[in-house]
């Protein structure tokens, strides 16, 4: 069965440094999405994607974070300068036709020190 | 305002038993979904319902879906230990322009004792 993927499942990075998390999504999928999950919290909407270019962001998507589909597969989302409380997993969700099931990875944890 | 609240927020049963989640909604929706994530694992999906359908099956899992008071319930029948999971229902509400995300409940939370 197809499986959205992500990269890395997990990496620690210094405060104030960059970071970015793949994705590939399932490949006839239109919609992409990135979602985080603070430890013990809520599921949280970051970015929906479509036709290349951003379809909606939440208050938590700040210029510290940008998201770009370079090639046909990938789906990266970049963190500019991490803080403390973007410790998260993070993951990435993909739908074909953004109507019916949105299909998740397995996250990447995220623990910024 | 809190979408997609689940009930209870933990639930501890023995194998063998049934087990019944309540998920309860605020907005109008065009779908509703239920996912399970095990301890600091992905989101896996489990079901979808949209919003003109009453019940859903799958395997052992039954879903049902009260859009006259904003409710849906997951049914997983003769439990086993391999359910002992976190299970979230998510909502998708079209009307609001092309939005297409799904807003969380902060989920239940599934013992299920061998």
């Known amino acids: 069965e197809p499986e959205v993927t992500q990269t890395p499942s997990h990496q620690v990075t210094q405060m104030g440094q960059e970071v970015i998390l793949r994705c590939v999504p399932i490949?006839?999928?239109?919609?992409f999405y990135w979602y985080r999950q603070i430890l013990g919290q809520k599921v949280e909407f970051l970015v929906s994607f479509y036709n290349n270019e951003i379809s909606e962001k939440s208050e938590i998507f700040d210029d510290q974070f940008s998201v770009e589909r370079p090639d046909g597969s990938n789906f990266t989302l970049k963190i500019r300068s991490t803080k403390l409380e973007d410790s998260a997993m993070y993951f990435c969700?993909?739908?074909?036709?953004?109507?019916?099931?949105?299909?998740f990875g397995e996250g990447s944890w995220l623990t910024v020190v | 305002s809190q979408q997609g609240e689940e009930d209870p927020q933990a639930l501890s049963i023995q194998e063998g038993e049934n087990a019944t989640m309540n998920c309860s909604y605020k907005?109008?929706?065009?779908?509703l979904q239920w996912y399970r994530q095990n301890s600091g694992r992905g989101l896996v999906h489990l079901i979808l319902?949209?919003?003109n359908e009453r019940e859903k099956h799958s395997g052992r899992l039954r879903v049902t879906l009260d859009t006259s008071k904003k409710s849906s319930s997951l049914l997983i029948t003769a439990s086993r230990a391999a359910d002992t999971a976190s299970y979230f229902c998510a909502t998708v509400d079209y009307n609001a322009g092309n939005n297409r995300k799904l807003i969380w409940g902060l989920g239940t939370s599934l013992a299920v004792n061998p």
């Open positions: 490949s006839n999928h239109l919609y």
């Open positions: 907005t109008s929706i065009n779908n």
């Open positions: 969700a993909s739908s074909r036709d953004g109507r019916g099931t949105i299909y």
């Open positions: 319902i949209r919003s």
